[in-house]
């Protein structure tokens, strides 16, 4: 079994920074790409970036200039820093890993219980 624990939100003033932590554990033999989501209440959950395991980086128009994700593959951890953030960036974030267990071929994706940030104006 793969476990995705996020961790890192909390409650921000509006130009603050935070940096999200999201670690895998379990039967891991490798982890494909892994993504940061958010869904703010009333919204679709949307996609905020996204690393491969050879680093390619991809970002929401809406925080390219302002997040940068990067991950530790010896910890199996993806991390997001968010600088001057903004009041809609409050979110629930979540993380996804693409993952390949010990036991089989196949990648499945595996979800975070998701991390609250709230900023305040």
């Known amino acids: 079994q793969v476990q995705l624990v996020e961790s890192g939100g909390g409650l921000v003033q509006a130009g603050g920074s935070l940096r999200l932590s999201c670690a895998a554990s379990g039967s891991i033999f490798s982890i494909n790409v892994m993504v940061w989501y958010r869904q703010a209440p009333g919204k679709q959950r949307e996609l905020v970036a996204g690393?491969?395991?050879?680093?390619?980086?991809n970002y929401a128009d809406s925080v390219k200039d302002r997040c940068t994700i990067s991950r530790d593959n010896a910890k199996n951890t993806v991390y997001l820093q968010m600088n001057s953030l903004k009041p809609e960036d409050t979110a629930v974030y979540y993380c996804r890993a693409r993952v390949r267990s010990l036991y089989s071929a196949e990648e499945y994706d595996y979800w975070g219980q998701g991390t609250q940030v709230t900023v305040s104006s």
């Open positions: 690393i491969t395991s050879g680093g390619s980086t």
